[in-house]
Nanobody
C-alpha cells in the first residue's frame, strides 16, 4: 500500500519560515519524481516545486528564490523549505510522487501565513 504523509505545516507570520516533509512508503522512492502542490480556497491546485529522480528541481515563478525542494532517498523523504513566507502562500500543501503513468498523493498539510 502506497502512503505519502506530509507534515510541518502550521501558522506563521509573514516573513517567517516553515519546512514541510513528505515521507513515502510502498514505492521505490528513488525512482519517483516528487512534487509539492498547493491549493488555496476557491482556487485550483497548482505546482509549487518538483524534483526529479536525478535531482533536477523546478519551481513556480511565485516561489523562486524563496522555496527550496530537496529529497533524501535514504529516508524516503522529500522536503520543502519555505522562507520569506507571504499571506498568499496560505494553502493546503500536497505531496505527489510520480513515475511514468503512476502517481500518488498525500493527504495534505495546512500552511497559514498571517499578515
Amino acid at each position: 500500500q502506497v502512503q505519502l504523509v506530509e507534515s510541518g505545516g502550521g501558522l506563521v507570520q509573514a516573513g517567517g519560515s516553515l519546512r514541510l516533509s513528505c515521507v513515502a512508503s510502498g514505492i521505490i522512492f528513488s525512482a519517483n519524481a516528487l512534487g509539492w502542490y498547493r491549493q488555496a480556497p476557491g482556487k485550483r491546485r497548482e505546482l509549487v516545486a518538483r524534483i526529479t529522480s536525478d535531482g533536477t528541481a523546478n519551481y513556480a515563478d511565485s516561489v523562486k528564490g524563496r522555496f527550496t525542494i530537496s529529497r533524501d532517498n535514504t529516508k524516503n523523504t522529500a522536503y520543502l523549505q519555505m522562507n520569506s513566507l507571504k499571506p498568499e502562500d496560505t494553502a493546503v500543501y500536497y505531496c505527489k510522487a510520480d513515475r511514468a503513468w503512476r502517481y500518488y498523493w498525500g493527504q495534505g498539510t495546512q500552511v497559514t501565513v498571517s499578515s
